[in-house]
């Protein structure tokens, strides 16, 4: 029953944010959401939404702890999967912007480097759209990025 309210408000918040912002804002938010709900079905606790530093330009979708790990989540939300699974556009400079983020975030939590991992969710917006969890996607100073999801 609570799956059900989840999903009705989801696509309720959807419709009305299709209608106040352009259509592009308003699937990410959507895929935003539905990473959101699914993280915590993985047991996550998200503390954070679209964290934006004061001191530095760019955007973390959602903060999160899984465990004792604190987890720096970028969400990527496709229609379709004709160019590929939505987290290869996340490329050098998004990672970067996203570490940079990152360590201002944990500067200001005084929170050390040693329990942190970027994870990236996928998100199709297909009926029903599917979830897919990468974890620990890539580290900083590393230039691979890992590919195995975990999937919903």
Do not use: C
Not at 46 to 71: F, K, M, T
Request: charged share 30%; no cysteine.
């Amino acid at each position: 029953m609570i799956g059900l309210l989840y999903r009705l408000s989801d696509r309720l918040r959807f419709r009305i944010l299709r209608h106040l912002e352009n259509p592009r804002m308003a699937l990410g938010h959507r895929g935003e959401d539905l990473a959101h709900r699914f993280l915590q079905h993985q047991g996550f606790t998200v503390v954070a939404r679209n964290y934006r530093p004061r001191s530095v330009h760019g955007e973390i979708d959602l903060v999160a702890w899984d465990g004792d790990w604190l987890v720096f989540v970028e969400v990527k939300s496709r229609s379709v999967t004709d160019f590929g699974e939505p987290d290869r556009a996340v490329d050098h400079d998004k990672r970067a912007s996203l570490i940079r983020s990152a360590t201002e975030y944990l500067r200001r939590a005084g929170v050390g480097w040693e329990k942190v991992r970027f994870d990236i969710v996928n998100v199709i917006l297909s009926d029903p759209p599917s979830v897919t969890l990468v974890k620990d996607a890539f580290h900083p100073g590393r230039r691979y990025y890992n590919t195995e999801p975990l999937t919903s």
